[in-house]
T-cell receptor, first 111, second 114 residues
Framework: GESVGLHLPTLSVQEGDNSIINCAYS??????FIWYKQESGKGPQFIID?????DKRQGQRVTVLLNKTVKHLSLQIAATQPGDSAVYFC??????????FGTGTRLKVLA | DSGVTQTPKHLITATGQRVTLRCSPR?????VYWYQQSLDQGLQFLIQ???????AKGNILERFSAQQFPDLHSELNLSSLELGDSALYFC?????????????FGPGTRLLVL
């Protein structure tokens, strides 16, 4: 069945380093992907999205890469800051209104 | 602040009871989504409404129901509550509910069933 998963449940990085959070998806028909950030006690916050006709999209300090060949999505955060500490989710949808979320990766930024 | 509001923030109740969670979407958004987030299952899509009508259903139990009112706010009703219903319930909204549209999440309601 459809699934969205993350390779690493917890990622620890030094402040100032770059972070890479990975996500694998199984539905080759998925055509829209989103990364969300969820801080403790808050709702998921939109970070960046990408459509399946793109391989890369950049935002402010964040880049999302999409590799449709291997059904892999990644979120790169440049110069990671303490405020980046949170759980990050990828989500996919395949032309329906239903989003499928991964279980999340916790990013810990070490001072 | 996403612009989506949810009340109450916390809710403690007993098994067998019924509760109602409320959501107001961002100004101008016509579509509302409900999600359940538990520790062991992550975010699970429950149901979507668009302009007052149900559009999509996910893993929503028969004990749960929802509706969207003419002013576009939505309510999620949970009845015959069980211990396993304890979770965070999030509402999200988007402008027209399209499949490639960003959903903006509210702060959630934390439900504890004792």
């Amino acid at each position: 069945g459809e699934s969205v998963g993350l390779h690493l449940p917890t990622l620890s990085v030094q402040e100032g380093d770059n972070s890479i959070i990975n996500c694998a998806y199984s539905n080759s028909a998925s055509d829209y992907f989103i990364w969300y950030k969820q801080e403790s006690g808050k709702g998921p916050q939109f970070i960046i999205d990408i459509r399946s006709n793109m391989d890369k999209r950049q935002g402010q300090r964040v880049t999302v890469l999409l590799n449709k060949t291997v059904k892999h999505l990644s979120l790169q955060i440049a110069a990671t800051q303490p405020g980046d500490s949170a759980v990050y989710f990828c989500a996919e949808t395949s032309g329906t209104y239903k989003y499928i979320f991964g279980t999340g990766t916790r990013l810990k930024v070490l001072a | 602040d996403s612009g989506v509001t949810q009340t109450p923030k916390h809710l403690i109740t007993a098994t067998g009871q019924r509760v109602t969670l409320r959501c107001s979407p961002r100004s101008g958004d016509l579509s509302v989504y409900w999600y359940q987030q538990s520790l062991d299952q992550g975010l699970q899509f429950l149901i979507q409404y668009y302009n007052g009508e149900e559009r999509a259903k996910g893993n929503i139990l028969e004990r749960f129901s929802a509706q969207q009112f003419p002013d576009l706010h939505s309510e999620l009703n949970l009845s015959s509550l069980e211990l396993g219903d304890s979770a965070l319930y999030f509402c999200a909204s988007s402008s027209s509910g399209g499949s490639q549209e960003t959903q903006y999440f509210g702060p959630g309601t934390r439900l504890l069933v004792l």
